[in-house]
């Protein structure tokens, strides 16, 4: 079984900067595409960015990118999310997720079938 685990959320000023992390456990992420989605209060669940386990492909939301940055370390079966110049509007919950490499859109949320449960992001004005 496998689990995933968001760490590093919390409450920040604009233009502030978090980081968080999305730690596996129970299998290894070989051969797994890793996302990060998120969710605000009252509004469908929406795609941020995502990596290929190799670290080729990577894709960004619109509103992601010149400001965060994804990565990962497969020593340390982890996923991250550098955050920079956030904005109230990046409010939400963040959540890690992951997929068998596939040739679907990296950002299509059903083709993810392990999920973190989230972690908050709170950007203050």
């Known amino acids: 079984q496998v689990q995933l685990v968001e760490s590093g959320g919390g409450l920040v000023q604009a233009g502030g900067s978090l980081r968080l992390s999305c730690a596996a456990s129970?299998?290894?992420?070989?051969?797994?595409?890793m996302a990060w989605f998120r969710q605000a209060p009252g509004k469908e669940r929406e795609f941020v960015a995502a990596?290929?386990?190799?670290?080729?492909?990577?894709y960004y939301a619109d509103s992601a990118k010149g400001r965060f940055t994804i990565s990962r370390d497969n020593t340390k079966i982890t996923a991250y999310l550098q955050m920079n110049s956030l904005k109230p509007e990046d409010t939400a919950v963040y959540y890690c997720?992951?997929?068998?490499?596939?040739?679907?859109?990296?950002?299509?949320?059903?083709?993810?079938?392990?999920w973190g449960q989230g972690a908050q992001v709170t950007v203050s004005s």
């Open positions: 990596i290929s386990w190799s670290g080729i492909r990577i």
């Open positions: 997720a992951r997929r068998l490499t596939s040739g679907a859109a990296m950002s299509s949320l059903a083709t993810y079938n392990y």
């Open positions: 129970g299998r290894t992420f070989s051969g797994y595409d």
